[in-house]
């Protein structure tokens, strides 16, 4: 009895033969005065019960994401033939703020087409555009990708996307580690850590937790004062800026007298 | 030294801006002038987001011109009423300006606004300075007297007329109150106090003595920036203290060495100078608009 018990566990949950058990070095980035960047590190190990199935490669694939948040993307057009203005634009629905992925391997080498379309992994993939794809259909002569491909070099080159393949460690199948960077040009909200083990392409566990990046003292203050009693904020912004130009003044006719 | 600034949302260096905001002064002190049109488009080439530069100096300019009325104050070079006639036009003026900011903003527009204004007001300022001044230098070489300014114009015909004591003046309330709104939308758009635009006004248009002239139109940039940062800390959160403090340390020290440099400099020879600077501004910020740029594409925040 106890032999089908097992037999019947094994062939329902094969997925979870293998789990990933991982953390993360901080789930708490403060963003202060002098921030500056700051760096993560994630490790981690796969446990299983059983002897590693030898029908393929362990690989890993590990995604760090920052708030969704809409976006518009505008073109310039050269208008009246001279000048380059804003003309064309397309709302992207949702768009990770950062967005890394790092992998032990070339990312369509140990994830399938039909995966990363479920589990959103590749950057153009992660980022959400229905809307934008209604508003092509009715405009013919804006082309969607391009604005998305804009969208993804530019954050590129701001160093908030980037894939570093090859960037896991994975020591004997089993143990993993990763340093993810983050730039100082970060939106504060909720991250997330994703690690997806993977194996002749196909998704065999899913790993989640999340980071938690917010503006600390001074900071965090201001711009809660800033938004949230605007009034104040503006009032005191005055106050220091009479403030320091009489001390100025007062100052420097010390000085000469 | 990287500090993060809070509303700008990036990381930058400490003493790049005060290093920004000491040249500038050293400029502002030298020139007489406010010094927030070199310092709004240097802001933009370091990255700034543009809503953020033009709110955080008409923030800085409320420190700038406060601490240069004190001292026209003691001199009694300030005309009062001239300055609340001004006033209130300025501030219909930056309201207005606002309304237009925040309507293009929307658009998508509000880059293509600053810029265009900063090119055709910086343009306009700038070869009309060089031309007057080179013609001053040429004329004191010869040694011909500068020629007087004609005294009676069209604004004499002009009802609501209002006696001035401090300029001396007896005329109509309407070109000071139009001078003034004009001012005011520039103030809100451009991030810049107006004195490049109002002083010349002053001169050319109202016919306003020179000594009275600086001290009137510090006056009436104070408050017009002042209600600037207001709105634009109250309707778009883009005021950054933090930006405003670094710009202000700098261009206070700035501005005393820089009016020490000035006063060694002849006039003529100060303006060219002056002249050139303005027009390469406006060149740099031209030619942006003219030449295809690398990156076509541009992200703004949020959907609608």
Request: aromatic share 8%.
């Given at each position: 009895?106890?032999?089908?018990?097992?037999?019947?566990?094994?062939?329902?949950?094969?997925?979870?033969?293998?789990?990933?058990?991982?953390?993360?070095?901080?789930?708490?980035?403060?963003?202060?005065?002098?921030?500056?960047?700051?760096?993560?590190?994630?490790?981690?190990?796969?446990?299983?019960?059983?002897?590693?199935?030898?029908?393929?490669?362990?690989?890993?694939?590990?995604?760090?994401?920052?708030?969704?948040?809409?976006?518009?993307?505008?073109?310039?057009?050269?208008?009246?033939?001279?000048?380059?203005?804003?003309?064309?634009?397309?709302?992207?629905?949702?768009?990770?703020?950062?967005?890394?992925?790092?992998?032990?391997?070339?990312?369509?080498?140990?994830?399938?087409?039909?995966?990363?379309?479920?589990?959103?992994?590749?950057?153009?993939?992660?980022?959400?555009?229905?809307?934008?794809?209604?508003?092509?259909?009715?405009?013919?002569?804006?082309?969607?990708?391009?604005?998305?491909?804009?969208?993804?070099?530019?954050?590129?080159?701001?160093?908030?996307?980037?894939?570093?393949?090859?960037?896991?460690?994975?020591?004997?199948?089993?143990?993993?580690?990763?340093?993810?960077?983050?730039?100082?040009?970060?939106?504060?909200?909720?991250?997330?850590?994703?690690?997806?083990?993977?194996?002749?392409?196909?998704?065999?566990?899913?790993?989640?937790?999340?980071?938690?990046?917010?503006?600390?003292?001074?900071?965090?203050?201001?711009?809660?004062?800033?938004?949230?009693?605007?009034?104040?904020?503006?009032?005191?912004?005055?106050?220091?800026?009479?403030?320091?130009?009489?001390?100025?003044?007062?100052?420097?006719?010390?000085?000469?007298? | 030294?990287?500090?993060?600034?809070?509303?700008?949302?990036?990381?930058?260096?400490?003493?790049?801006?005060?290093?920004?905001?000491?040249?500038?002064?050293?400029?502002?002190?030298?020139?007489?002038?406010?010094?927030?049109?070199?310092?709004?488009?240097?802001?933009?080439?370091?990255?700034?987001?543009?809503?953020?530069?033009?709110?955080?100096?008409?923030?800085?300019?409320?420190?700038?011109?406060?601490?240069?009325?004190?001292?026209?104050?003691?001199?009694?070079?300030?005309?009062?009423?001239?300055?609340?006639?001004?006033?209130?036009?300025?501030?219909?003026?930056?309201?207005?300006?606002?309304?237009?900011?925040?309507?293009?903003?929307?658009?998508?527009?509000?880059?293509?606004?600053?810029?265009?204004?900063?090119?055709?007001?910086?343009?306009?300022?700038?070869?009309?300075?060089?031309?007057?001044?080179?013609?001053?230098?040429?004329?004191?070489?010869?040694?011909?007297?500068?020629?007087t300014r004609k005294k009676h114009n069209w604004i004499h015909n002009l009802p609501f007329?209002?006696?001035?004591?401090?300029?001396?003046?007896?005329?109509?309330?309407?070109?000071?109150?139009?001078?003034?709104?004009?001012?005011?939308?520039?103030?809100?758009?451009?991030?810049?106090?107006?004195?490049?635009?109002?002083?010349?006004?002053?001169?050319?248009?109202?016919?306003?003595?020179?000594?009275?002239?600086?001290?009137?139109?510090?006056?009436?940039?104070?408050?017009?920036?002042?209600?600037?940062?207001?709105?634009?800390?109250?309707?778009?959160?883009?005021?950054?203290?933090?930006?405003?403090?670094?710009?202000?340390?700098?261009?206070?020290?700035?501005?005393?060495?820089?009016?020490?440099?000035?006063?060694?400099?002849?006039a003529e020879s100060l303006r060219i100078l002056l002249a050139i600077m303005v027009l390469?501004?406006?060149?740099?910020?031209?030619?942006?608009?003219?030449?295809?740029?690398?990156?076509?594409?541009?992200?703004?925040?949020?959907?609608?």
């Open positions: 009895m106890l032999r089908y018990i097992a037999l019947f566990l094994a062939l329902a949950f094969p997925a979870h033969a293998e789990k990933i058990v991982a953390d993360l070095s901080q789930n708490n980035v403060g963003i202060s005065a002098t921030f500056d960047g700051s760096n993560i590190l994630i490790f981690g190990a796969v446990s299983r019960d059983a002897p590693i199935p030898d029908d393929g490669k362990t690989e890993i694939v590990l995604t760090v994401s920052g708030p969704d948040l809409p976006i518009t993307v505008r073109r310039k057009d050269k208008k009246l033939g001279l000048i380059w203005v804003n003309s064309q634009k397309v709302l992207i629905d949702e768009a990770p703020s950062f967005y890394s992925i790092s992998t032990t391997a070339p990312l369509t080498e140990i994830l399938s087409d039909a995966e990363d379309l479920t589990y959103r992994v590749s950057i153009p993939r992660a980022i959400e555009s229905i809307g934008a794809k209604i508003a092509s259909e009715h405009n013919a002569e804006i082309n969607t990708e391009e604005f998305t491909e804009a969208l993804i070099r530019i954050r590129t080159n701001n160093n908030l996307y980037n894939i570093q393949e090859g960037a896991v460690k994975l020591l004997s199948s089993t143990l993993f580690s990763a340093s993810i960077d983050l730039p100082s040009n970060l939106t504060a909200g909720e991250y997330t850590a994703r690690i997806l083990l993977t194996r002749n392409q196909q998704v065999i566990d899913q790993f989640e937790t999340t980071i938690d990046i917010h503006k600390v003292g001074i900071e965090r203050w201001l711009y809660t004062l800033a938004h949230e009693n605007a009034l104040y904020y503006g009032l005191m912004s005055l106050f220091i800026a009479i403030a320091s130009g009489w001390l100025a003044s007062a100052v420097f006719s010390y000085f000469k007298s | 030294m990287q500090i993060y600034l809070p509303i700008a949302e990036i990381s930058v260096n400490a003493f790049l801006l005060l290093g920004l905001g000491g040249m500038v002064g050293i400029l502002s002190g030298m020139f007489g002038v406010g010094g927030g049109f070199l310092m709004t488009p240097l802001l933009f080439f370091i990255g700034i987001p543009p809503a953020v530069a033009v709110a955080t100096e008409a923030n800085q300019i409320v420190a700038s011109s406060f601490s240069g009325v004190l001292a026209h104050l003691k001199r009694k070079t300030v005309d009062l009423k001239m300055g609340l006639v001004l006033l209130f036009g300025g501030l219909i003026g930056a309201y207005l300006g606002i309304q237009l900011f925040n309507y293009l903003r929307s658009l998508g527009q509000v880059d293509l606004l600053v810029k265009l204004s900063y090119v055709v007001f910086l343009g306009i300022i700038g070869s009309m300075m060089f031309i007057e001044s080179l013609r001053a230098v040429l004329k004191s070489k010869k040694g011909h007297a500068v020629p007329k209002m006696k001035f004591r401090t300029s001396g003046l007896y005329i109509s309330v309407i070109p000071p109150f139009i001078v003034g709104i004009f001012v005011g939308v520039l103030a809100a758009i451009m991030g810049v106090g107006g004195g490049f635009v109002m002083v010349p006004a002053m001169i050319y248009l109202l016919n306003m003595p020179t000594k009275v002239v600086i001290g009137t139109s510090l006056f009436q940039i104070i408050f017009v920036t002042a209600f600037t940062t207001m709105m634009h800390a109250t309707t778009n959160f883009t005021v950054d203290i933090v930006l405003a403090v670094l710009l202000l340390v700098g261009g206070v020290v700035g501005a005393q060495i820089g009016t020490r440099i000035g006063l060694k400099m002849k390469v501004v406006c060149g740099k910020l031209g030619l942006d608009l003219l030449i295809q740029p690398s990156e076509l594409y541009s992200l703004g925040a949020g959907g609608h």
